[in-house]
């Protein structure tokens, strides 16, 4: 059986720096994203709950009845 060569991977090269530089943005990118989606969430939350603090709405429902003869 004769040695081969084996191809293994080169971690050299302004190929690798671009990968990981663009793979930075990204992850930047995505929680940035993220965390907007949160604060908007957030927001949402917080204005609920100084309407229902305030009186403006109210999370007992209606008493509606329906008398059917």
Not at 16 to 34: D, H, N, P, R, S
Not at 36 to 65: P, T
Request: net charge positive; charged share 25%; glycine share 12%.
């Amino acid at each position: 059986m004769a040695g081969g060569r084996v191809a293994h991977a080169t971690l050299k090269g302004p190929i690798v720096v671009k990968e990981i530089v663009i793979g930075i943005t990204l992850g930047l990118c995505a929680g940035g994203l993220w965390k907007m989606h949160h604060w908007n969430e957030q927001r949402k939350v917080r204005a609920f709950y100084d309407m229902l603090e305030k009186g403006e709405i109210s999370v007992v429902a209606e008493d509606k009845c329906f008398n059917v003869l």
